[in-house]
């Protein structure tokens, strides 16, 4: 939190503390995207590391074409949920229920496909589109309850998507009786086997959502208000955002995304159950704070999230290219998640002991006191 | 009113308590066997490792944190414990065992505790980092076999039975375990309103910067409170390994959410500073009977994980409506009047 910002909870600001409040959030906001920069870098370099580890350790098989094209099928579910939560965290929230999310809406394509199919596959076939749409559709619902409970209740996201995702997984078990359903609309299983080239069609879908979802944040004002909402609520509300429209669009389109992401996940394997994905919850969280997420919310980066996907995925078949078992892949992901927050611990500290010199250029030309430390010492009590 | 008020409670436990008790009336009048001994010791048999946890969850969450990483840390104390029993020394005494088990446990809640004060970085994320570090190194490093038998000390506290009667409709028999877990919820309950340790949670749960001002000393308490939950934790994994007659590493983790659901409903505050360990228990009682009428309903297990959750949203939705109604009632001053409040005080 910057200085020249008036205290939370300041009864009426006059126009000079709005104008101050919004003077602070904006220098914060540049420092964020300063300090998310920094850590796209940083994602640079973690990847480019962890692509040459395995590389040469195990080069017949990582390098292999089929399990480069393997990290770029498998990226695309995993990376939109990943967005999705880094959304939620940019407003100071979090969405447990993404992947409960993604999987009902598979389950709901699924089974309108086999229930279609069951009596006339070739109608099935032709309203593939609505299907998909319907899964969509599905994950929007999700994702409009969550924002209901958190911005019109009032309930805490934490709590609230933490309810929805064991009423949407209830729902999921009891839709699929508990076992898995199999079959997919022949168009998006066919549509999940083509590629571009050596790039596989699904990347390339992802890396285009990922794009949207950046110029979404930076260039539209609701993307704007979201990044503001998080990082400042009080300054957002004197500001004139209201938060309760901030945070249903929030995680209306956290639902959407989760949604495609089921759909996606269909494209490549056309089955559907009701723990699909039980550990991707843990996953996507590392991926969204290893990528420069701030869960305080306020800074956060669509290309280190992407950055951080790419560098799970090509560690996780790297550890199966080493014959690694998934129990030390879930090691090495904790240990990743804490190291990088330490990290940024101990460099947002030494920064602070050195504001001058470590500065980003353009931080210091918008203001010159306050650093990112303190914006890290703010938040201490989460 | 003032009698009313007080028995709601500080954190509507009374209203839980009516709740509670109104669905216990319901379910009577419905199945003449609900309201029996053996149902009541049944119920308390299956509320035992979930109060143990709860409790664990309850000390964390009063002091400003959460803990996802609690059954974790209780499956591979316990499993460890018994694994190196079974494996290297079968004729070990109980007490050794749940020792063993107690360290490791105060050991990995250290590691989280160390990890979060000294760093000061969000609960949530930090313990599910620890949740899957821990769960990897204990299939990775100790094993991952599925013990049928306990070790013979053990095996016999399978069977320990406090209070153990025959009544009209069965046996009704109260397990060793369950009074483990009320004496654990006695010393949590001291621990929390009558230590300087307890009241120093709640002052670092309402504000961390203000009790650090006013001399607690913030780092070494929250440290201590990640051992206890340890500890806690490490208990409960050997009471469910008890009970349960094996050791399966497969075991307990997965239903953290279902324990945060209870304590949350009792009362708890997630920002912290709030919470009590009768509305714990009787969150924890609540779902327990929920999920028994359910199931004696002929509802499908299926639906029971999404009661849990409706259950949640409905009760934190409820408390989230009604703090927001009294935080306007108290706290809305409209420009004139707080204007005529300022003219008055000058005058």
Known sequence: MSANESPPGAPAPGDGARFNDRVGTVTRDIIGRASANRKTGRMVVALLLAFSIFAIANPRVFLSPLNLQNIGVTAPEIGIIAIAMMLAMLTGGIDLSLVAIANLSAITVVALYSGIAANDPALAESLTLPIIVAGVLVGIGCGMLNGFLVSVVGITPILATLGTMQILNGIAIVTTGGSTLYGAPEGLTAFGRTALGPVPILFVLFIAIAVLMALFLSTTSLGRKIQLEGANPVAARYSGISSRSVLMSTYTLGGALAGIAGVLFLARNPTASADYGASYVLLVIVIAVLGGTNPNGGFASVAGVVLATLTLQIVSSGFTALRLSSYEYAIAQGVILIAVMVLDYVAANRRQRRPAIEAPPDARAASPEPTPATAQRDTEHS | ?347
């Open chain 2, 1 to 347: 009113m003032q009698t009313l008020r007080r028995f709601r409670g500080k954190n509507n436990e009374g209203v839980l308590a009516l709740v509670l008790l109104a669905l216990i009336i319901t379910m009577s009048m419905l199945s003449p066997a609900f309201l029996t001994a053996g149902t009541a010791f049944s119920t308390l048999r299956s509320a035992t490792v979930p109060l143990i946890f709860a409790l664990a969850v309850l000390v964390v969450i009063v002091s400003g944190g959460i803990d996802v990483s609690f059954a974790a840390v209780a499956i591979f104390s316990a499993y460890t414990a018994v694994s190196f029993a079974i494996t290297t020394a079968p004729d070990l005494p109980a007490a050794a065992i749940i020792a063993m088990a107690i360290v490791i446990g105060a050991g990995l809640g250290l590691i989280n505790g160390i990890v979060i004060a000294r760093f000061r970085l969000p609960t949530l994320i930090v313990t599910l980092g620890t949740q899957g570090i821990f769960v990897g190194v204990m299939y990775t490093y100790i094993g991952a076999t599925y013990y049928a038998q306990l070790p013979p000390s053990l095996a016999a506290m399978s069977s320990m039975t406090v209070i153990d009667f025959q009544t009209g409709t069965g046996r009704a028999s109260l397990h060793v375990m369950a009074v483990v877990a009320i004496v654990l919820a006695i010393v949590v309950w001291w621990m929390l309103t009558r230590t300087m340790f307890g009241r120093s949670l709640y002052a670092i749960g309402g504000d961390v910067e203000a009790a650090r001002r006013a001399g607690f000393r913030v780092m070494r308490t929250q440290v201590l409170v990640y051992v206890l939950v340890g500890v806690l934790a490490a208990i409960a994994g050997i009471a469910h390994m008890v009970m349960g007659r094996s050791a399966n590493p497969q075991d307990l983790v997965g239903d953290e959410l279902d324990i945060i659901a209870a304590v949350v409903l009792g009362g708890a505050s997630i920002f912290g500073g709030r919470g009590s360990v009768i509305g714990t228990v009787l969150g924890v009682i609540l779902i327990q009977v929920i999920n028994n009428s359910l199931l004696l309903a002929g509802v499908p297990s299926a639906w029971l994980r999404a009661a849990v959750g409706l259950l949640l949203i409905v009760g934190v939705g409820v408390q989230a409506v009604a703090a927001r109604k009294k935080a306007r009632r108290v706290h809305t001053l409209d420009e004139d009047k707080s204007d005529r409040l300022v003219q008055e005080g000058a005058a």
